[in-house]
């Protein structure tokens, strides 16, 4: 098939030719390795479509779906595609390309599971656009096998930005405001796999609902739905732009119920929460906050404790009142008895807190 033929998101956005070698950047956009390599020896050290600073040694991400979604356009034109494909392909992936189902997604997600190599056959065979389409059903079971296929691909660092860069968050956004509660809870199983990589916490904060969708979930979901949907937060705002976000939308009284139900990781999303003066504020507008933090302390497991000593931590240094409200709730007693903690962070932690309360109130 003529190059002029073939769709414009497979031409490099530098050079306007095919890609024979697409890599991904990591600011997700995907060029020829050959042209993108030719702006880097130049001296380049932005992203030529978004302009935002790169890394000093930024890593090219080969894009191996992209890549065999061109070579298989232009199979299609071919009399003799079905042998090509035969010969390309092993047979489940043949069938989840050509005529994808509930079982066959299936056989793919057992197959992925503990197999890397099978992970990368499947990044390189062009399935991660079909499974993702296979998100949008109708049908609970095929979109569980979907997602569950999705997460398995997201184990490997290599996937992780192919991903987004395929259009994965809108279909796990979608699936977080969906009617399933076993899809929800995978949803935000993989925003915290896809976390893992600092540009991809970018793009899922940005992108529209991805948070509030959170939210929601931690505010009306089951158990299990709040648990990874906290953890998803947990892993998507230690950038502090999804900070300001969370708080802005709501998050911190959802979060301060929670915690006070016995969710720790909730407690956790507030010690980052509390970093930013949005986050600070809501807490401090919440009636009960710091009795809630403080029943952590005496009876959270050792994670809730921590980040409940580091969350009040940072409310004293930054509100006098804050101060006052922790040092007549006890708290003061409760650090002394924390110095003791077998848990370094936690002694750490309540050391910190005495410091600030013996010298700011």
Sequence with gaps: MAAQQLPDDFRCPISLEIMTDPVILSSGHTFDRLSIQQWLDSG?????????????????????????LISNFAFSSLPTKPQLTQQ???????????????????????????????????????????????????????????????????LDDDNKVGLVAEGAIGKIVAALRGNYASCRALAATIITSLAVVEVNKATIGSYPFAIESLISLLRDGNDRERKEAATAMFAIC??????????????????????????????????????????????????????????????????????????????CSYSERMCTEVRKEGVLEDCVRLVEDENEKIRRNASSLIQVLERDC
């Design 44 to 68: 380049h050290r932005t992203c030529p479509i978004t302009k935002l600073p790169l890394p000093q040694h930024p890593s090219l991400i080969p894009n191996h779906a992209l890549r065999s």
């Design 238 to 315: 230690s950038f502090s732009d999804n900070r300001k976000r969370a708080a802005s939308n709501g998050a911190v009284p959802i979060l301060l119920r929670i915690a006070g139900s016995g969710l720790d990781r909730a407690v956790e999303v507030l010690g980052l929460l509390a970093k930013c003066r949005e986050g600070r504020e809501a807490m401090e507008r919440f009636n009960g906050a710091v009795r809630i933090l403080a029943c952590v302390l005496r009876t959270g497991e050792s994670k809730g404790v921590q980040y409940a000593l580091l969350t009040l931590s940072t409310l």
């Design 88 to 154: 390309v392909y092993p047979h489940a992936f043949v069938s989840t390309l050509t005529c994808p189902s509930s079982d066959s997604l299936s056989r793919l997600v057992r197959l992925s599971k503990r197999d890397p190599a099978s992970r990368r056959r499947l990044s390189e065979s062009g399935t991660v656009s079909v499974v993702l389409r296979c998100i949008d059903s109708d049908d609970p079971i095929m979109q569980e096998k979907a997602l569950s296929l999705v997460l398995n691909l997201s």
